[in-house]
């Protein structure tokens, strides 16, 4: 630390010595922990990823979150998974991000030092195009995340916390680190990366779904910062639901739409169905975009079915109605037409694309839709579109575990 000189104030001491100070003080590094660490340094990776005291924050922020299933976009060479580990509960799964293949190899052995016998079931480092695997993320059942965190391409770090915004729930947690690049920010100071962090910022305050705020860091390792929201479930911003469009399905929105569907029904069903069930939905996907064109596409098909989609051509939406076919159904509630689907990813629910994707199917003609009796929320929402249970009761078939079918009718 510094010295005091004659008759003077102390002098202040370095970002370096305070870093070291602290350090020293408060931070006991795991012993798997400093294995990632001098692993990370003798392959040659930044030193700045491996900062005690940033990965102690992590980990605190694991805990204090409750979070079990997290979600990290960028790991290099996994000393900030490593300290994600630490605080993990044994049930949890840490899923890890990183395009370079060969730098992903030594996260991977980097992080069998710290958690020897968890790879695949307590943490997985999945290698390629970010954007990608956070798509297919998006309707695997290892979403919603409790907390995100962010250390990528800073140029397409927007772009990470929209995904985010899909692949979280409201409550959960995410983080954005390296937000100021010695002291650099705004898009006014020139470059991809400070006008990528400036457009993830100004996301982070625009978007009602975020909460946000940003701390600035100065330490050794130079002057930075990292951001912190948490997803307060607000519906999407009027702007952006404005900029999708709904219309018929076509066959080049067939998989987009199956894929919608097939996600909202693991956060629908799980508790009812089998897992084992739901994954062979997905390994039927292939066959069922196959078998839905060819429906479209028969003469004489009275189907409708309609999708939401974004600017960018990004499917968010589906809803699809059939010509009531039950006589029984018919005399006794006078419908002309059934909904089958309604379903929009978690991003945009709330967003009033479900009640237009309903509308769309079903115009104001009189129509009927059996929904489960364990979903509230969905008996809610048709209640808003004018529907009414009218007593009918159906058990489902054995898989769906003694679960039960209502009828709610919207007359003329």
Do not use: C
């Not at 104030?9 to 970002?15: D, F, G, K, L, V």
């Not at 100065?218 to 002057?223: E, L, M």
């Not at 999407?236 to 709904?246: D, E, F, L, M, N």
């Amino acid at each position: 630390m510094s010295a005091t000189p004659l008759g003077g104030t102390p002098a202040p001491s370095s970002p370096s010595e305070v870093e070291s100070f602290l350090e020293l003080s408060l931070v006991d590094e795991p012993a798997g922990v400093a294995a990632v660490r001098r692993a990370s340094v003798e392959a040659g990776l930044p030193d700045e990823a491996s900062a005690p005291a940033r990965g102690k924050f992590l980990s605190l922020l694991t805990r204090l979150s409750g979070a079990r299933r997290i979600l990290e976009i960028g790991t290099l060479g996994g000393y900030a998974a490593a300290w994600i580990l630490d605080a993990l509960p044994e049930d949890g799964h840490l899923h890890s991000l990183e395009i370079d293949r060969d730098i992903a190899d030594v996260a991977r052995a980097n992080l069998r030092l710290a958690d020897p016998e968890g790879e695949g079931h307590r943490w997985t480092v999945e290698t390629g195009p970010a954007v990608k695997a956070l798509h297919q993320l998006t309707w695997t059942r290892q979403a919603p995340f409790d907390l995100v965190f962010i250390d990528a391409d800073k140029a397409s770090t927007k772009v990470y916390l929209e995904w985010a915004l899909r692949l979280t729930a409201p409550g959960s947690v995410v983080i954005v680190d390296h937000v100021i690049r010695a002291g650099v920010v705004g898009a006014e100071a020139g470059g991809s990366e400070a006008a990528g962090m400036a457009a993830a910022l100004k996301l982070l305050h625009e978007d009602p779904r975020f909460d946000a705020t940003a701390l600035q860091t100065v330490t050794g390792r130079g002057w930075d910062g990292f951001a912190i929201a948490l997803v307060t479930g607000a519906a999407a911003p009027g702007s952006a639901a404005q900029r999708v469009t709904v219309t018929p399905m076509g066959p080049e929105t067939v998989r987009g739409a199956l894929e919608v569907k097939n996600l909202g029904w693991r956060e629908t069903f799980s508790k009812h169905i089998a897992e084992d069930w739901l994954d062979d939905m997905d390994r039927r996907l292939d066959a069922d975009v196959v078998s839905w064109t060819r429906a479209l596409q028969r003469p004489g098909n009275l189907t409708r079915t309609a999708v939401a989609t974004t600017e960018d051509g990004e499917v968010v939406g589906m809803a699809s109605a059939a010509p009531v076919l039950e006589e029984s159904d018919r005399l006794a509630t006078g419908a002309k037409w059934e909904l089958f689907t309604v379903y929009v990813a978690r991003a945009w629910q709330g967003s009033g694309i479900a009640r237009r994707l309903a509308d769309s199917v079903l115009g104001d003609e009189p129509a009927l839709l059996w929904v489960l009796e364990d979903n509230p929320r969905a008996q809610a929402f048709f209640e808003k579109l004018g529907f009414t249970p009218d007593g009918a009761r159906e058990e489902l078939p054995p898989e769906w575990s003694g679960a039960h079918d209502i009828r709610m009718v919207r007359r003329a």
